[in-house]
């Protein structure tokens, strides 16, 4: 397949390179100097677009996509599919695929899990948003980049199902923390506490798989100082598309902006900038109740 690749960053360069390795043929453009093996390089996103059956986005926002979206959408040739896998607002999303749809092309809205390692290994899950005749022409394309693609709807769904996830994430992640915290204050051993709730009812991916406290559980981030893994930074991003998500459908959601606030405050104005999101056990050892 003829495929453009715009934003070749720490997710999109190896997606990219993992469907350059399979075969097709694909053109990348990205803002920044990169060269990326197997992919030849563009001048322009319209460049990269052109003539392409497919045009994937891997992108920092919501407005950097529409305006990237904007310039492609009429350079692209009818029937073909614009597919987003960056993480943005559900409403940017929407307002993107209706664009491309009024033009004569398919979108799709696909942002993955699974962080750059699942970008290299080829195991990312995509959660896509968008027309059926997308999804089947996408579907090969999904099947080299990541390992699942569930087909969550219509436009914007895709991005719905990413935010809804990672609330619980964020909020599973903190209270798993806060609990580790506790439980240390109260003398209970960790690997003790790991072995009851991991096998019990409080049990979570946060817990279970990547547990925040170094030496308990599988290998994590906390097992190498924290480091990122998947950044605490992303996570206040994650956390503020659902709170503007919430805020736009009017759905209450207090606990998820009790996450985000904590990650406002954990990045912006403490030690949490550039670290992984599970540093969180380490900020609420130093903390007392006041
Ligand atoms: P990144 O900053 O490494 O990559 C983004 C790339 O886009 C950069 O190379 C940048 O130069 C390029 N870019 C910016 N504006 C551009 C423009 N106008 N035209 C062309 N290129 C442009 O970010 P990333 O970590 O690759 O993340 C990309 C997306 O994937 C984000 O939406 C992020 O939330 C999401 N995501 C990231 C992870 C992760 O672990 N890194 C996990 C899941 C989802």
Redesign the pocket.
């Known amino acids: 397949m003829k495929i453009g690749f715009?934003?070749?960053?720490?997710?999109?360069?190896p997606m990219a390179a993992n469907l350059a390795k399979a075969g097709h043929e694909v053109t990348g453009?990205?803002?920044?100097e990169?060269s990326i093996e197997g992919i030849q390089m563009a001048n322009s996103?319209t460049e990269a677009a052109k003539g392409a059956q497919v045009v994937i986005t891997?992108?920092?926002?919501g407005d950097?996509l529409r305006?990237?979206a904007a310039e492609v959408i009429p350079a692209m040739d009818k029937g073909a599919v614009l597919l987003d896998?960056?993480?943005?607002d559900v409403d940017s999303a929407r307002a993107v695929a209706e664009q491309a749809q009024t033009a004569g092309l398919s979108a799709l809205d696909a942002?993955?899990?699974?962080?750059?390692g699942g970008?290299q290994g080829g195991t990312l899950t995509f959660m896509v948003g968008g027309d059926e005749a997308g999804f089947a022409t996408a579907k090969e394309l999904f099947d080299i980049m990541g390992q699942k693609a569930v087909h969550c709807g219509p436009s914007g769904n895709g991005q719905a199902a990413k935010i809804c996830n990672n609330m619980i994430l964020g909020a599973t992640m903190i209270v798993t923390c806060e609990a580790f915290a506790l439980a240390d204050k109260l003398g209970l051993d960790r690997q003790a506490m790991f072995d009851v709730v991991s096998t019990s009812s409080g049990s979570s991916w946060s817990m279970n798989t990547y547990c925040p406290a170094p030496g308990i559980g599988p290998q994590s981030p906390s097992d190498n100082d924290y480091q990122?893994g998947?950044?605490a930074d992303?996570m206040l991003?994650?956390l503020r598309l659902a709170q503007a998500a919430a805020e736009s459908a009017d759905a209450d959601t207090p606990l998820g902006e009790a996450a985000m606030r904590l990650y406002a405050q954990f990045v912006e104005d403490e030690d949490g900038k550039g670290r992984d999101f599970s540093a969180m056990l380490p900020r609420f050892e130093k903390r007392g109740r006041n």
């Open positions: 715009i934003g070749l960053g720490n997710m999109g360069g453009f990205d803002m920044a990169v996103a891997m992108l920092p926002n950097i305006k990237v896998c960056s993480t943005v942002p993955v899990s699974g962080g750059v970008a990122p998947f950044a992303l991003k994650d």
